[in-house]
């Protein structure tokens, strides 16, 4: 099974920066698809940003120019530079990452989620 461990969360002022981390469990092979997700309290969640294999990249309106999606093939990992946080922007934040892994003697697609990390924008 692929396992994600997200962190970097936490509390900032308005107009501060954070970096959310997603780093994936090694039996990872390829990544061919991950996002960055966030629920604001007594809404849905919603995509915020998104990264192909191919390094494409997509973000939602509100994030356009200020949130900045990369991934780390080697590391497995994904991250998530957030500038110009605003109070909009606090949200429980997951990440989402779909790939193929080793499950000796075979490879597997998976999709899986993070655990979630909260990000509070506030003065």
């Known amino acids: 099974q692929v396992q994600l461990v997200e962190s970097g969360g936490g509390l900032v002022q308005p107009g501060g920066s954070l970096r959310l981390s997603c780093a994936g469990s090694a039996n990872i092979a390829v990544i061919n698809h991950s996002a960055w997700y966030r629920q604001a309290p007594g809404k849905e969640r919603e995509l915020v940003a998104s990264i192909t294999g191919s390094s494409s990249t997509n973000y939602a309106d509100s994030v356009k120019g200020r949130f900045t999606v990369s991934r780390d093939d080697v590391k497995k990992a994904l991250y998530l530079q957030m500038n110009g946080l605003k109070s909009e922007d606090t949200a429980v934040y997951y990440c989402?990452?779909?790939?193929?892994?080793?499950?000796?003697?075979?490879?597997?697609?998976?999709?899986?989620w993070g655990q979630g990390t909260l990000v509070t924008v506030s003065s």
């Open positions: 989402k990452l779909i790939g193929v892994y080793r499950a000796v003697p075979h490879y597997r697609n998976f999709e899986v």
